[in-house]
């Protein structure tokens, strides 16, 4: 056994795809039973799990998927009706799954005894024992024999320390630019201006081995869905696309959690029972579509159900009583409520109605510096629209100054940068704001949200100039100008007042320790080649604030420079 453990993780990364692919096929087989071919594929990945199993000893679920090969090869038969084996197929799938995690946990594969037992009992009950399956024939041409390793699997630990790896060597080319700019060597230069090239390919590379398909996250939902409807006594046909579109294993991680709950909630809230739509002209069937799209850095991911639709009305008479709106709020605001915790359900489930599931789903999204919106149509349906980064790890920001400290803005939300002159700053009733191409866009000075820096050890200063990504300056503007950065998440808009610009690059965004991502104004942190700590504004935060308060902001970078260390 002790020779068979180092093939164990091979063992359960394969078998995790034979159920998953079982699961899969058992779906479509429910919907068409005709497609006697599905019955054909679910045995060979049967047969297929069993021989890997007997072969590393896991006796139990060699025997468990022994009898599902019995069952299925009765069904090819016509001995055996499938309507009268899905749940118990479903049922042993389940199980084989659970063995799995126990097996990838160390502890023994479960016991199979009492399912073995009932899939037997549905082969004796036609009264024919089923036929012995054919065994495929030995492989004759030797040259298909030995074919070339295309494609290997690798741990995910590794993959993760090799992009920590590619982020100190992205952080060491910094350090050797700011050598490369002070020594003017031009064979220095042109050695880490080559190897600044390299570690972009590698840093590309390890980010592309890290990308895996939105499939990898979508394939769990159509069982889960069916399940959820079942008990629900609806009727529900789920619809994929866009499962190939690729996003950073970290991202699909994490994305798969607020998924669950806006599809437990399309199931729970929006599809009505079969009576219902009935009475609204509807087919029985309900339809829930799950789709991603890819929009330069960006993954949009959609939740569609045909079902009921938000009640406008009736969410603003709960959210008024939770005083979380005012009785002029738009439609927009109470739609926007539901983030908030409204609940409209008057019983709570086993599957929802608590009203706690799209706060955690938005607070889930914008921590991966996302956003959610939802558009509802009162008997047509809800839309849930996410839109999230393809990965997390290294992002392209501009620096800026601010009481001689540097913040990294990202790219991806700056709108515009211009230069006003001071008298151009007018005062609001709550707030300042600037005038462009006839818009109101209200303001935030960095320098009053996060103080006077007491301490320059931590910071980043630099002279009174605007540089540019190519490291050339340019004069400082007159002093009676401010420089603001024009940010933007989804379509609000919001200028943060600067003391300087800077350059822009790319940074490899590190997380909050957990005392600083109290404070929402940011939303990480990265190390520069000089060593020091530069905080990256979080800008959907920023803009929601409109007029922030300057709290527990001015010691965030110390604290993170100690943490650091």
């Known amino acids: 056994m002790e020779d068979l453990e180092k093939y164990k993780d091979a063992f359960l990364s394969e078998a995790k795809e034979h159920v998953e692919a079982m699961n899969n096929f058992l779906l ?3 919907k068409s039973p005709d497609e006697l071919e599905l019955v054909s594929d679910m045995f060979r990945e049967a047969h297929t799990l069993k021989s890997m199993a007997a072969t590393m000893n896991y006796d139990k679920t060699a025997q468990l998927c022994h009898a599902i090969e019995d069952v299925l090869d009765a069904i090819r038969n016509k001995k055996i009706e499938i309507e009268k084996c899905v749940d118990i197929l479903f049922q042993s799938f389940d199980h084989l799954e659970s063995s799995l995690k126990e097996i990838s946990r160390g502890e023994e594969e479960l016991d199979t005894r009492m399912l073995v037992e009932r899939l037997k009992n549905l082969t004796e ?10 065994r495929e024939s030995p492989i ?3 040259s298909a024999a030995v074919e070339k390793i295309t494609s290997i699997e690798v741990k995910v630990e590794r993959l993760d320390l090799l992009m920590n790896l590619a982020e100190e060597l992205l952080i060491t080319n910094m350090r050797l630019d700011r050598i490369k700019e002070t020594l003017q060597n031009a064979e220095l230069s042109a050695a880490v201006d080559n190897l600044g090239r390299l570690i972009a390919d590698v840093q590309y590379n390890v980010m592309q081995a890290r990308m895996v398909p939105m499939g990898f996250v979508f394939n769990r939902f159509p069982r889960m869905v069916r399940d959820l409807a079942k008990l629900q006594k609806k009727e529900v046909s789920l619809q994929i696309q866009g499962g190939d579109i690729e996003l950073d294993r970290s991202v699909v991680d994490e ?8 599809l437990r909630n399309a199931v729970d809230h929006g599809i009505e029972t079969p009576e219902e739509r009935n009475k609204s002209d509807k087919p029985p069937q309900g339809t829930i579509k799950l789709t991603a799209t890819r929009t330069k850095n960006f993954a949009v991911i959609e939740v ?10 009736e969410i603003k008479e709960s959210a008024l009583k939770r005083g979380i709106l005012s009785p002029e709020a738009t439609k927009e605001e109470v739609i926007d409520s539901v983030f908030s915790g409204v609940s409209t359900t008057k019983e709570v489930t ?7 599931g799209l706060n955690i789903v938005k607070e889930k999204i914008e921590s991966l510096g996302g956003s959610i919106q939802v558009e509802s149509e009162i008997g047509k349906g809800t839309k849930f629209v996410i839109k999230i980064p393809l990965t997390l790890a290294i992002i392209k920001t501009l620096f800026v100054e601010v009481c001689g400290r ?5 790219l991806a939300n700056i709108e515009r940068l211009v230069s006003v002159s001071k008298e151009d700053i007018k005062g609001m009733l709550n707030y300042e704001a600037i005038v462009l191409n006839e818009e109101n866009i209200p303001i935030t000075r960095l320098n009053v949200l996060f ?3 007491r301490s320059k050890s931590l910071g980043v200063t630099t002279g009174p100039s605007v540089r540019t990504s190519d490291g050339v300056g340019t004069p400082s503007l007159a002093f009676d100008r401010q420089q603001i950065v024009i940010v933007r998440k989804e379509e609000e808009k919001l200028g943060l007042a600067v003391d300087a610009l800077m350059t822009t690059q790319e940074i490899v965004l590190k997380p909050l320790n957990r005392l600083i991502r109290e404070n929402r104004y940011f939303a990480g942190f990265t190390i520069i080649g000089s060593g020091e700590v530069v905080l990256i504004l979080d800008i959907g935060n920023l803009i929601l604030s409109k007029r922030v308060q300057p709290q527990r902001t001015q010691n965030a970078t110390a604290e993170i420079g100690e943490e650091s260390r």
Do not use: C, M, N
Not at 305 to 312: F, P, Q, R, S
Not at 406 to 410: H, K, L
């Open 28 to 30: 479509k087989l429910e």
């Open 125 to 134: 009950f036609t009264g024919d024992e089923p036929q012995v399956a054919s």
């Open 140 to 142: 004759t041409d030797e």
């Open 255 to 262: 994305i798969g959690e607020s998924l669950v709950h806006l």
């Open 304 to 313: 569609f159900d045909d079902g009921a639709g938000l009640d406008i009305e």
């Open 350 to 356: 086993e599957i929802s109605g608590r009203g706690f």
């Open 406 to 410: 540097t913040y990294a803005i990202p």
């Open 451 to 453: 103080g006077p820096v």
